[in-house]
T-cell receptor, first 114, second 110 residues
Framework: NAGVTQTPKFQVLKTGQSMTLQCAQD?????MYWYRQDPGMGLRLIYY???????DKGEVPNGYNVSRLNKREFSLRLESAAPSQTSVYFC?????????????FGPGTRLTVT | GNSVTQMEGPVTLSEEAFLTINCTYTATGYPSLFWYVQYPGEGLQLLLKATKADDKGSNKGFEATYRKETTSFHLEKGSVQVSDSAVYFCALSGSNDMRFGAGTRLTVKP
């Protein structure tokens, strides 16, 4: 099993450009998440999908959109990139949502916006 | 809301030293607690977890005990190795979300 995969690994964008980060999991998990990681701030939740067909905002959703394409895939879109979106983005999945479910993380996408 | 506070790093130790990384939390209800580890250039991996008070999670020589009375989940290891060098995150999972601490960078020198 590959677990959680993300593409691309690295990306450089100019301010105002758009891009989509792709995420897929092969563990048959119901829930999927997008986080951003910034120095000294841990991980902050951008959006999540509790189950196929549903998406909800997390702690820092502004400037992002998501699509739960099917049970396996969950994409994150930046419509008009800003330097404040320079970060490392992690996708994660879990069997369900609730206090006992651990999350499994992908390797991350390092995004720089100039 | 729920939150996690962990000790600031970086932490630098010699091989075979004792490790403690402090983690305290604020939460409503009965959260689960986790420690994740991130090696350079990789995503987070679950290190250990505890789902109720007084539970002890353990893995690869690391341990942490869920202490409700002190709202803490400190990570310990008796003898660290160079290969333990990584960033460690404490996390709390309530009914609706998971919250992470800021992370503590550990460097172990031979």
């Amino acid at each position: 099993n590959a677990g959680v995969t993300q593409t691309p690994k690295f990306q450089v964008l100019k301010t105002g450009q758009s891009m989509t980060l792709q995420c897929a999991q092969d563990m048959n998990h119901n829930s999927m998440y997008w986080y951003r990681q910034d120095p000294g701030m841990g991980l902050r939740l951008i959006y999540y999908s509790a189950s196929e067909g549903t998406t909800d905002k997390g702690e820092v959703p502004n400037g992002y959109n998501v699509s739960r394409l099917n049970k396996r895939e969950f994409s994150l879109r930046l419509e008009s990139a800003a330097p404040s979106q320079t970060s490392v983005y992690f996708c994660a999945s879990s069997e369900g949502r609730g206090r006992t479910y651990e999350q499994y993380f992908g390797p991350g996408t390092r995004l720089t916006v100039t | 809301g729920n939150s996690v506070t962990q000790m600031e790093g970086p932490v630098t130790l010699s091989e075979e030293a004792f490790l403690t990384i402090n983690c305290t939390y604020t939460a409503t209800g009965y959260p689960s607690l986790f420690w994740y580890v991130q090696y350079p250039g990789e995503g987070l991996q679950l290190l250990l977890k505890a789902t109720k008070a007084d539970d002890k999670g353990s893995n690869k020589g690391f341990e942490a005990t869920y202490r409700k009375e002190t709202t803490s989940f400190h990570l310990e290891k008796g003898s660290v190795q160079v290969s333990d060098s990584a960033v460690y995150f404490c996390a709390l999972s309530g009914s609706n979300d998971m919250r992470f601490g800021a992370g503590t960078r550990l460097t172990v020198k031979p």
